[in-house]
């Protein structure tokens, strides 16, 4: 079995718990030991649900799904060098958000929940009201205003209430928390389960590489859903000796909301207080994330680092996957000007691993 625990005093939680974090404010993390070993994937359905034996499920029978995962690992040229590209735009709502809402939904079908509440800069929102949709759960999704109206009009679509809030995405983060206290919130930065359908991720990952570790992995951090995610996945992994080792963990920001890489640069444990500037990577522009020490403890333990990319190198990267056949939201496009900037002084023979984060359909018209 499994239970929640208290990132800041310890106090643990049981699995069926509602609670989305403990009295005393602190975060709550998923304790769980896998038992997952490659041999039992091979004759197994190409989705996620694949690595059942790690996944923490408390209700086989409620699991919600669309077929989702084993996105193609393809290789995308960047120049003289080249890089491995996890497809995950192509997921059923069109971001790898999918991973997270796939077991974070199950679970709240087991429960027997009836309604939940999200906050979001709009992914992470398309995919909990999808995967709702499907299990016949009630949802409202609160988003920033500034929202990318295709987000919206795709959340609206799944039939979720959509709560418009003015001002920023810290904003709409505490507008939601309201509604938390008598709804059950279904976070995708504060509900551990989410964090335990992202990591699949990494399974996928050392899977198609033959069941071997990239070297590095680059990787968006926002609210650090899929880094984090990622990080728990090449842990499992390594700890059931499937990988020798974990792969440093490249994290990338945009320059005009960077909390995260000033944080490693200068070695605060915490993010710093910035001043948050407009980005077109809305997806990653995160001047608050509720997990970021998490995210700067795990970056460290990886030794890796951050890159922050300019608003031109994302539009040029942007264009650059366009031009070989990958249209990109521009969140995903930050990701992969970190990757090209990466590669520039990267080894030759190093492997590295990325992603397309979100499909550029997301971001049409915007």
């Known amino acids: 079995m499994f239970h929640l625990t208290c990132s800041t005093c310890a106090k643990e939680f049981p699995a069926d718990t509602t609670a989305w974090r403990c009295q005393c404010g602190g975060l709550l993390d998923l304790t769980f030991e896998p038992g997952f070993w490659p041999d039992a994937v091979s004759d197994r359905a190409p989705d996620l649900w694949r690595y059942r034996e790690a996944l923490p499920v408390l209700d086989e029978t409620a699991i919600v799904s669309f077929g989702e995962g084993y996105t193609p690992l393809l290789p995308v040229s960047f ?84 709560i418009r809030i003015p001002g920023s995405r810290e904003d709409t983060a505490r507008a939601v928390m309201a509604a938390a206290e008598n709804t059950f919130y279904a976070s995708h930065t504060w509900n551990p389960f989410f964090f335990h359908g992202t990591k699949t991720w990494a399974y996928e990952v050392c899977e198609q590489l033959g069941w071997k570790a990239p070297d590095s992995v680059v990787l968006p951090a926002g609210n650090g859903t899929l880094l984090l995610g990622a990080a728990i996945g090449f842990k499992e992994l390594t700890a059931a000796k499937i990988i020798s080792r974990p792969p440093a963990i490249i994290a990338v920001q945009a320059e005009a909301c960077q909390p995260l890489t000033r ?17 077109r990577a809305e997806g990653i522009a995160i001047a608050e994330p509720a997990r970021g020490w998490q995210i700067l403890a795990a970056v460290r333990a990886s030794g890796g680092g951050f890159i922050s990319v300019t608003e031109s190198e994302i539009r040029t990267a942007q264009q650059r996957m366009a031009s070989q056949g990958y249209f990109i939201e521009p969140t995903a496009a930050a990701v992969i000007a970190g990757l090209a900037r990466y590669l520039s002084t990267a080894p030759d023979k190093e492997i590295v691993v990325s992603t397309f984060s979100g499909h550029g359909l997301k971001a049409a018209g915007h």
């Open 263 to 279: 944080a490693f640069e200068t070695g605060s444990q915490q993010p710093v207080k910035i001043e948050k500037r407009d980005t």
């Open 79 to 162: 120049g003289r060098r080249s890089a491995w590209i996890k497809q995950d735009h192509l997921f059923q709502t069109g971001s790898y958000k999918d991973r997270g809402a796939a077991l974070l939904i199950s679970h709240a079908r087991a429960l027997g929940i009836k309604k939940v509440v999200e906050d979001s800069s709009g992914n992470a929102g398309c995919a909990v009201a999808a995967y709702c949709a499907r299990a016949g759960i009630a949802c409202d999704i609160y988003v920033p205003e500034s929202t990318s109206p295709a987000k919206l009009e795709q959340i609206a679509a799944y039939g979720a209430g959509l």
